[in-house]
């Protein structure tokens, strides 16, 4: 089956509602989102869901997505929690065709709510149009106006959260302006918070144990299956192929409580182990089992979540034949099946699977889909009704590079009540 890219990048713009006092209604919020926006769309619903904020969607296109949020949001609450979010920014202005809009004027008035007795530090980050000279032009006119300021700029279009970071922009006399839309519609922002790259970098590359050969989960993309399965904080958590346990250890830096890991490999328990401790996180058993046995390891419907990676197959190098390819195939979906089995006896009912499945040369599937329902199990939508264009024709979604040999499939799988 041949991979059909999402890469949808329209936008998509709602309906404004005419409400009375709609400023002390709604707080909107802008979301800059991650390598694969219709990922972090996804994982922000959930996380809203389990959360119990209720929003409106204005606008979604490419790396933006703007919020109407009903009462003023914990930013730093959220965005400890999401993965694949980088930035959030509250709107100050809101515009209708970009043609009639004085950027200049608007951008030093919010500015200059910001002007004390120190030097002001600003930056631009246009995620619409092209703005080449603006800072410049600001920067003059502050000058002017004999305000002292520093203009950050960068190379790219956008300023990176680790440019806003060390440039202090988020500091008391610092901000990024944030310009987002379309040309039927823009909004400007002030960046609160941005996501802790540093933090993931460490938990990343700097923990215990690492097995560069069993696969590498990112710690935000880790995260960003937890949120998916849309479970309380007090669910039973398991990953059966649990390796050196970054979903169990994003689980519990999320304050879930009821935490369970298991792999066949004693190298995978013992390094898990490891990054545990270095974490000093409690609350997760450990337990070595194979995972086509896992009903003999673990009670008949008590676990409320799997979420897993599993072996994703041999790298591949490009040079692969057909022949060689389906052999992969075969095996992983020969084990995936036997996985699922027993998944689907140790889960409550109307428990929750949330699984990445591998994706070969960007166009080879598991066949697997269609044989859920002999394990009661059903696929389920990871997105709201709203959104149905952005998953694949298999209802999900995938997390890879242009170039990447084996790419992710994420599945989300429920099973029957």
């Known amino acids: 089956m041949r991979l059909l890219s999402t890469g949808k990048k329209c936008a998509i713009r709602f309906q404004p509602r005419r409400l009375p006092n709609r400023q002390q209604l709604f707080m909107q919020y802008i979301f800059i989102l991650g390598r694969e926006p219709e990922l972090s769309t996804a994982e922000i619903f959930s996380l809203f869901k389990r959360l119990k904020i209720e929003y409106k969607v204005s606008f979604f296109q490419k790396e933006t997505l703007i919020l109407d949020i009903i009462e003023k949001m914990d930013t730093a609450k959220v965005m400890a929690q999401l993965g694949g979010t980088i930035k959030i920014a509250e709107v100050k202005k809101q515009f209708g065709k970009i043609e009639s809009i004085d950027f200049k004027k608007e951008i030093l008035n919010l500015i200059k709510e910001k002007i004390t007795d120190k030097k002001i530090f600003f930056g631009i980050s246009a995620y619409i149009g092209k703005f080449p000279t603006l800072g410049l032009q600001i920067k003059k006119e502050l000058a002017n106006q004999e ?10 279009k956008v300023l990176s959260s680790v440019v806003v970071k ?45 097995d560069k050969f069993s696969g590498m989960l990112p710690p935000k993309l880790a995260k960003i299956l937890v949120n998916l399965a849309e479970i309380s904080q007090d669910a039973v958590i398991l990953d059966p192929f649990c390796g050196s346990g970054t979903i169990l250890t994003e689980a519990m830096l999320m304050e879930y409580v009821n935490v369970l890991g298991s792999d066949n490999s004693d190298k995978a328990i013992a390094d898990a182990q490891k990054n545990i401790d270095w974490l000093k996180l409690k609350n997760c058993k450990l337990t070595k089992c194979n995972a086509v046995l896992l009903s003999k390891c673990f009670p008949a419907n008590s676990v409320d979540a799997i979420i897993t990676e599993p072996f994703l197959g041999p790298p591949l190098r490009d040079r692969e034949t057909k022949e060689n390819i389906q052999k992969i195939i075969d095996g992983l979906t020969q084990l995936y099946y036997a996985s699922l089995n027993e998944f689907a006896k140790v889960l409550k009912p109307n428990g929750v699977i949330i699984m990445i499945w591998p994706v070969l040369q960007q166009r080879f599937f598991l066949p697997l889909l269609e044989k859920m329902t002999i394990m009661n199990l059903r696929i389920e939508s990871l997105f709201p009704p709203a959104f149905q264009q952005f998953k694949t024709q298999r209802q999900t979604l995938i997390y890879a590079r242009p170039d990447q040999k084996v790419g992710r499939e994420i599945i989300k799988l429920k099973r029957s009540g």
Do not use: C, H, M
């Not at 302006?177 to 909004?187: E, H, P, T």
């Open 166 to 210: 060390t440039n202090k922009l988020l500091n008391e006399n610092g901000l990024e302006i944030i310009i987002a839309g379309d040309k039927n519609q823009i909004w400007i922002g002030r960046t609160l918070i941005i996501q802790p790259f540093a933090e993931f970098s460490e938990r990343d590359y700097g923990r215990p144990g690492r």
């Open 147 to 156: 305000i002292k300021a520093r203009f950050v700029s960068s190379r790219e």
